[in-house]
């Protein structure tokens, strides 16, 4: 018997083969099965009882298909020996038969068995019929030719079916291969892109920490040699600013790679983080800073934004602005926080600037819904204005959990 098909073959060959199970038992066995109820003596017992007894058999069959009184490769031959004995037992024998033709077609893996079988089946149907004539036989009965009729259409037709049902099956296929091939090319796309803002975040954390740090290293050691000779107290601090540096550039770097502990979060306002990390930048560059900073309850992740978008800014100062005084002023506003920072250095052309740290922070702000303003003229110093909303993201990444650790810390 056939198997019930893959739920992703299209054309429905399970329901369709329950329906024509339906219709074999109500249109083919059980008008046989009345019928012979008019029947007398030992004819009605067999007119009746061949019909109940080809339906018990295709229940065990498929009921159970593992039994070994009835195989299901052998139901085909029960079938055609049943309709043979029912056309012989009474007329109408080509009714049941036209009935049972799907039978062989189902139960068929291919083609050519499926008209051999039926076509046993219409030679039995017919030998049962001429056979009760006894002697004398009329060959040209109307259940000879319409049995003869219904095999000559069912070739055709099967034929015409089975190819439907194979070129389906074949866009079936073709389609599950075209699906699946999509979505190894959906998956390695988004491997790829993971792949890509992992890249993205590792290059902004590092560019954030360890390579301002670097940048802080080079500064402080030039100043540091150049006023050995005349100012050795100057130089022993920024040497102790070095080592300070170079200490927390090595904690972040471990952070980085997972060799820290991601323990320890801090809490509660970040106005005292960013005081200290100002007044390291006025130590080590001797600009003077004037600040504005109320505490101020936020999110960590909002925290930690404030935190990275100030060291940016001090560090695009060091390194190019030229600047004597810069202001830093924290406020509250209704719809969350604000961060303005400027400065009286040498400025430049807004949209001729090319770096990652504006980038940098400008997305970290928009993972958070904020917003980066950055103002500035040449001559006329710098305005950086970062907005956070107070619904801002919950989470932070272990890099900047340990730093924003490490400056409440101080």
Request: hydrophobic content about 45%; charged content about 20%.
């Amino acid at each position: 018997m056939s198997e019930r098909p893959r739920s992703t073959e299209h054309f429905p060959m399970w329901t369709l083969h329950r329906w024509y199970i339906l219709f074999w038992v109500l249109l083919g066995l059980c008008p046989m099965a009345l019928a012979g109820a008019g029947d007398l003596g030992a004819r009605r017992l067999w007119a009746i009882g061949l019909p109940i007894l080809l339906g018990l058999c295709y229940l065990v069959v498929r009921v159970f298909p593992g039994n070994r009184v009835l195989r299901p490769s052998a139901f085909p031959a029960v079938l055609i020996v049943g309709l043979a004995a029912l056309a012989y037992v009474r007329d109408g024998g080509a009714s049941l038969y036209v009935a049972s033709l799907p039978h062989f077609w189902f139960a068929a893996r291919a083609p050519y068995p499926a008209i051999m079988r039926s076509g046993v089946a219409a030679a039995g149907t017919v030998l049962g019929g001429v056979a009760s004539q006894g002697w004398s036989p009329d060959l040209l009965t109307g259940n000879t030719t319409a049995t003869l009729i219904a095999y000559a259409v069912s070739v055709p037709v099967g034929l015409s079916v089975h190819r439907y049902i194979e070129q389906n099956g074949a866009r079936v296929r073709a389609l599950d291969s075209e699906l699946a091939g999509a979505r190894e090319r959906l998956a390695d796309a988004d491997l790829r892109r993971g792949a890509a803002e992992e890249r993205e975040r590792l290059a902004r954390e590092i560019h954030d920490t360890l390579a301002q740090g670097f940048a802080s290293i080079v500064v402080l050691a030039e100043a540091a040699r150049s006023g050995l000779a005349n100012d050795p107290d100057t130089s022993a601090r920024q040497l102790s600013s070095i080592e300070r540096t170079a200490r927390e550039n090595l904690a972040e770097a471990r952070v980085l790679v997972g060799a820290a502990p991601q323990s320890g979060l801090v809490t509660g306002s970040p106005a005292r983080v960013l005081r200290r990390t100002l007044d390291r930048f006025a130590q080590d560059t001797g600009i003077t800073v004037d600040a504005e900073l109320p505490d101020v309850e936020c999110d960590q992740r909002t925290r930690i934004a404030l935190l990275r978008c100030t060291q940016e800014s001090l560090a695009n100062i060091r390194k190019h602005a030229d600047a004597g005084t810069v202001g830093v002023v924290l406020t509250r506003v209704a719809d969350g926080v604000e961060l303005e920072i400027t400065d009286d250095g040498r400025g430049f052309v807004v949209d001729e600037a090319r770096g990652f740290g504006l980038d940098g922070m400008r997305r970290r702000l928009a993972e958070l819904g904020g917003e980066l303003t950055v103002t500035s003229s040449v001559g006329d110093g710098t305005r950086i204005l970062a907005m956070i909303p107070v619904d801002g993201a919950a989470g932070a990444d272990v890099a900047d959990v340990h730093d924003y650790r490490r400056e409440s810390a101080r």
